[in-house]
């Protein structure tokens, strides 16, 4: 993978170099490394975290030099990792954009610690600040990137430290669980097959969710619907990745393993923070798909609640858009950025 990176970073190389003018190149300095520790590694940065439980160390990976747009990725899960991300290496790059892989806490790259008390709201957004602080990110180059779970994170840090912040991306997550679990009840399920969705809710009645008729179930009707809008067979390799890595500990301690909202005893399950969207004032780009796990109406009404916000509609996208609507989804993406950071954007409420 490190080989394959760096050959990629090489022919980005040859492109940027044959299509920019010198006056642009000498500006952006994208992939100069004069800091020797992250030369040495590559940018990977471990960075020690204090917790109610202890210190630990998580994992980051920058990629670029952009001192005016350093964007920071939350994963979703909670538990997956920063491997659903992998597709920027496609086209950030290129665009001058920087941007800092981060597994969070609990998650592969990161330590692992067996300690339920960590798994909350507020440690994560504790988390962030320290992430942070260590990366040297402030308000005039800072931007927060979350999706699904990552959204959620990526609102509560908002909340509390949106002074740090020059923008703001909420990815495929709505601001409310409850909201959300009816629109997977009352829509996405009534749109499987009725004896495919029956299954489905008797195998989760029973929590029966480590049965392989569940799983086939859901891959063969749900997550090539609105997970990932593509035959299993053809999923990237770095979702597979993702998946593969996931900590289910994490994951089923905040949202249980349902796919049909977030139930039973997990922390998330009453999560909703809808009244207080119009506290937000940082420049907010919220992000919807037409097929995605999570309603785009409710996703379009979160972009207008907040003072400064607008909003992308993927039409072709499902939860993870940035795979199958890379078309909408990446450019509205460094849009949003670019606009920002020349001080063109407009908000569209």
């Known amino acids: 993978m490190q080989a394959k990176l760096l050959f990629c970073f090489s022919i980005l190389m040859i492109s940027f170099f044959g299509c920019k003018n010198k006056e642009e190149v000498s500006d952006l300095n994208y992939f100069n490394y004069a800091n020797p520790e992250d030369q040495y590694t590559g940018g990977i940065k471990m960075i020690p975290i204090k917790t109610p439980a202890g210190e630990f160390k998580v994992w980051t990976k920058r990629i670029g030099n952009n001192p005016k747009i350093k964007v920071l990725l939350l994963h979703g899960g909670p538990g997956v990792t920063h491997e659903l991300y992998e597709c920027f290496d496609g086209y950030f790059p290129k665009e001058g954009i920087e941007y800092i892989y981060y597994d969070q806490l609990g998650s592969y790259y990161s330590d692992q610690p067996n300690n339920n008390r960590l ?7 504790e988390e962030v600040e320290q992430v ?3 990366l040297g990110l402030n308000k005039d180059n800072f931007y927060l990137l979350g999706q699904s779970w990552g959204g ?4 509560e840090y908002a909340f509390k430290y949106q002074k740090n912040l020059k923008g703001l991306i909420i990815s495929n997550m709505m601001a409310s669980a409850p909201d959300y679990n009816k629109y997977a009840e009352e829509v996405l399920g009534p749109k499987l097959p ?3 969705f029956e299954q489905i809710k008797t195998f989760e009645k029973n929590k029966d969710y480590k049965n392989p008729k569940y799983a086939d179930l859901l891959f063969k009707y749900y997550y090539t619907e609105h997970i990932l809008r593509k035959p299993l067979n053809e999923w990237p390799e770095a979702v597979n990745r993702c998946f593969k890595h996931m900590n289910p ?3 089923i301690y905040m949202q249980v393993p349902s796919e049909f909202g977030i139930t039973g005893d997990a922390t998330l399950k009453n999560w909703d923070v809808k009244e207080k969207l119009k506290t937000i004032t940082t420049p907010t780009l919220v992000i919807g798909a037409k097929h995605d796990t999570m309603d785009p109406k409710h996703m379009e009404w979160m972009s207008k609640e907040v003072q400064n916000g607008q909003f992308l509609y993927c039409p072709n996208g499902s939860h993870l858009s940035q795979y199958d609507d890379q078309k909408t989804y990446i ?3 460094i849009k949003f950025l670019k606009d920002v950071d020349n001080k063109s954007f407009i908000s569209k409420k």
């Open 119 to 125: 798994w909350t709201n507020n440690r994560f957004v």
């Open 132 to 134: 942070r602080i260590a």
């Open 152 to 155: 959620i994170l990526a609102m």
């Open 194 to 196: 009725k004896e495919v």
């Open 249 to 251: 500990n994490v994951y």
């Open 331 to 333: 450019p509205g993406v």
